[in-house]
């Protein structure tokens, strides 16, 4: 499912929110949701690493939780590195686990129109089959010829 979202929705969205679960993080710096999880730190946002295999260890100065029912205090965004048939899982935990979540982000190449629908229905803004990364280098002014991010790591705007 490809939809459109318009430049203004989501840059909103990544200029409100402080607080960013990264389900299904790795810890392989060569992995996307490491370095994605590793920029957006380096942007401001306070990154929640999830992922049960490495629960207990340390990235980007946080502990790794196992799951969204761990993380203490408010998430603003939840994104989601995970297939597309564990979306409804984490939608429904998040749901549950996170009173006040703003937004359910999922991954390029990652989108389920039944979990976003639900997602919708309680109030949360969804985006599917998307980066926030690349939207972040996208719109405000750090992505280059070729999709290089060639200049200085910036403060989020």
Not at 115 to 123: H, L, N, P, S, V
């Amino acid at each position: 499912m490809d939809e459109s979202y318009t430049d203004d929705h989501l840059s909103d969205i990544l200029r409100r929110v402080k607080r960013v679960a990264v389900v299904g993080v790795s810890l392989n710096p060569v992995r996307p949701s490491y370095y994605v999880a590793r920029y957006l730190c380096l942007k401001g946002y306070d990154v929640v690493p999830v992922n049960p295999g490495h629960a207990g260890k340390a990235l980007f100065g946080q502990s790794v939780v196992s799951s969204l029912s761990d993380i203490e205090g408010k998430v603003d965004m939840v994104d989601i590195f995970r297939r597309p048939e564990a979306v409804p899982g984490i939608v429904d935990e998040a749901l549950e686990a996170l009173p006040g979540l703003d937004v359910i982000w999922m991954q390029i190449g990652v989108s389920h129109p039944q979990a976003a629908a639900k997602a919708r229905a309680a109030g949360v803004t969804v985006i599917q089959n998307r980066c926030p990364k690349i939207e972040y280098q996208r719109l405000f002014g750090e992505l280059r010829m070729g999709g290089f991010a060639t200049g200085r790591i910036s403060s989020k705007l």
